[in-house]
């Protein structure tokens, strides 16, 4: 993650870009929040669904299975420590 801040005088605490492999992933505005309160959930759609769901299942992480959804996606999802919903996919057709 990479945080980028035009100047100390903008307004607000700039944006983080998320990156893997070389190309961003998703851009975030940098806020304070209170996790407790403020749960969020994001989806982001990746080309290796598969190759996803195995690094994180192997690095530990509390993956669900992955499955083809009646919906046209091939998912998997799973919650942060904050109590975040992530969901990662591809589009089957």
């Known amino acids: 993650m990479r945080v980028y801040k035009e100047d100390e005088d903008a307004p607000g605490d700039g944006f983080a870009f ?3 492999d070389g190309q961003s992933v998703f851009d975030l505005d940098v806020v ?4 407790a309160r403020n749960r969020a959930g994001c989806y982001l759609i990746v080309q290796d669904v598969d190759g996803w769901h195995a690094r994180m299942a192997a690095d530990g992480l509390p993956v669900t299975a992955l499955e ?26």
């Open 32 to 35: 304070d929040i209170d996790p």
């Open 18 to 20: 998320v990156n893997y």
């Open 68 to 93: 083809d959804q009646p919906w046209g996606m091939r998912e998997f999802a799973l919650t942060d420590p904050s109590g975040n919903n992530i969901r990662i996919g591809r589009s089957i057709g």
